[in-house]
């Protein structure tokens, strides 16, 4: 005998009509159109629904159980993440994704679609000039980084000079190396009202996070520890709230930086 799972699972139709009907009950004739078949192809799916007591019929309608409504509630994070690897997102099944907090790896679905973008190797820490040129539209720019790139003290001055938003949260040891070498950049960017970066108390297990009010960029280690070429892109809305509190995660552990407060390591 099918458990519940293969008997749903197993038949795209059974699948779709417990999706239709979350969303109240349906007529007959409104499952058939929606799910481009006939009575006759669905009527036998129905039935084996019905008598797994997830749906029920009244007349020529039909609606979720309390049973039916339970199953599908906990059907759609599995479908969310299955339909976010086929997608074309698996680059997030090679990439190591401990570092997401477990609340926000559970909704991982809300990414929705993505664009895997490749680099040239000449270029793997160079800016995303069509991530960045994006950014000088948008509202904010939100960053958690292990790494800066090395113009990061020019692009940062225009994209605030455009009146756009920037937070930017490093990781222990980008906080040092910006300290040691960066230091008068670094103070020139924190006395510019639009920018505020922040120091957090360890090292990150990613290469970086960026959020703009148009979409989200993501560069992630390999399972292996490693850098690679690649990067990812998510641009629903689901995904951008999705990267906000990521952010604010990482900045709630983090502490604002104020040139009055950090050490002085030129001489180092």
Known sequence: MKSILELI???????????????????????MEALDTTRQVLLPQAKILAEKHL?????????LTTLGRLVV???????????????????????????????LL????????CRLIEVPLAQLFDIDERFFEEA????????????????????FSELAADDVEISVIVSKDLYEKLLHDNREELQDLLENRNISFYSYPENFDF???????????????????????KKIMFSSDSAREWGREFFEHYKTDSKEMSMEKIPDRTND
């Open 9 to 31: 699972f197993s038949s795209e139709k059974r699948k779709k009509m417990l999706l239709l009907l979350q969303g109240g009950p349906r007529e007959m004739t409104e499952l």
């Open 55 to 63: 749906i029920r019929r009244t007349d020529d309608s039909y609606e």
């Open 73 to 103: 509630d906990d059907m759609l994070p599995l479908i969310g993440t299955a339909s976010l690897l086929d997608n074309g997102c698996d680059y997030m099944g090679t990439h190591y994704l401990d570092f997401i907090p477990p609340y």
């Open 106 to 113: 559970k909704r991982l679905r809300e990414l929705e679609s």
């Open 136 to 155: 000088k539209r948008t509202k904010f720019l939100y960053m958690v980084t292990a790494f800066m790139f090395p113009t990061f003290g020019k692009i």
């Open 207 to 229: 290469v970086s996070f960026s959020l703009t009010d148009h979409s989200i960029l993501l560069r992630l280690l390999t399972q292996e520890g490693n850098y690679d070429n």
